[in-house]
């Protein structure tokens, strides 16, 4: 067999991690059954595709915070499981891509992209996407085309953007499986707050993932991923026929 070389950071990372295992186990004082139990546990998260929400759910958010508590620009927030790559690059006026008999309230969305020192990036590619007014993401579950309501575009010269979508609405993570019971056993709702979710690019900046949500929204307080942060909280203006709303975005510089 192969020697694999030494990595460093794994065996470090790998020695904190088993002096705190150690520490959490004399806490807890788990028994063997209760052991073999989350083992299976696990494995069915696996094996029903369960693993990655999981993971984006109950951990994602512990790990940005970490990371970004003391850094300037704007909060990220998790990516998730529903992102797709390779969503259509749109054409002005901007407009998700949607169904013709789409169900939802127009929404107008804009805002602006800067640096940490207030400079406008023009040209930074801008990736949207959100659930339908049924709470449903285009090829998760869904009868919609592969790019509902998925798009991509870019800022103009101040940096300023503007889309055409529909409200979002909020929505239940998966509860049929080794999730759900999880929920269930330490009483926690399945729900997440309405969103938007945007990656943002461009070349000498870090790539920002973040989602907006909208004051209001009764699942606010209790995100069952922990993703709201109170800086990415806007409002939905009433437009008479249509809704509109806005957020500034800052990005921080590759490092």
Request: proline share 6%; no cysteine.
């Amino acid at each position: 067999m192969k020697k694999t070389e030494t990595n460093s950071r794994v065996n470090n990372v790998y020695g904190l991690f088993y002096k705190h295992l150690q520490n959490f186990l004399n806490d807890i004082t788990p028994n063997h059954e209760e052991y073999k139990g989350f083992v299976k546990w696990v494995d069915r998260l696996g094996r029903t595709g369960e693993l990655s929400l999981f993971m984006d759910t109950f951990i994602e958010s512990a790990v940005l915070k970490n990371i970004y508590a003391d850094k300037p620009g704007t909060a990220p927030s998790l990516l998730g499981p529903y992102y797709v790559e390779g969503a259509p690059i749109l054409t002005k006026p901007y407009k998700l891509p949607m169904r013709q008999s789409e169900r939802g309230e127009k929404l107008i969305f804009s805002g602006t992209v800067k640096d940490v020192d207030g400079n406008p990036l023009a040209k930074a590619l801008v990736d949207m996407w959100q659930v339908d007014a049924d709470g449903y993401y285009s090829s998760f579950e869904s009868d919609a085309p592969p790019y509902n309501l998925r798009g991509r575009f870019y800022t103009d010269e101040n940096g300023y953007f503007e889309v055409e979508t529909i409200v979002p609405v909020p929505y239940r993570i998966a509860t049929g499986g080794p999730i759900g019971e999880f929920l269930g056993m330490i009483d926690q709702q399945p729900y997440r707050p309405a969103h938007i979710q945007f990656m943002f690019k461009r070349k000498g900046y870090e790539t920002l993932i973040t989602q907006v949500f909208f004051e209001g929204d009764e699942w606010l307080e209790d995100d069952v991923a922990d993703g709201v942060r109170s800086t990415l909280v806007t409002k939905l203006h009433d437009r008479s026929d249509f809704k509109e709303a806005s957020l500034d975005f800052v990005m921080r510089y590759a490092t």
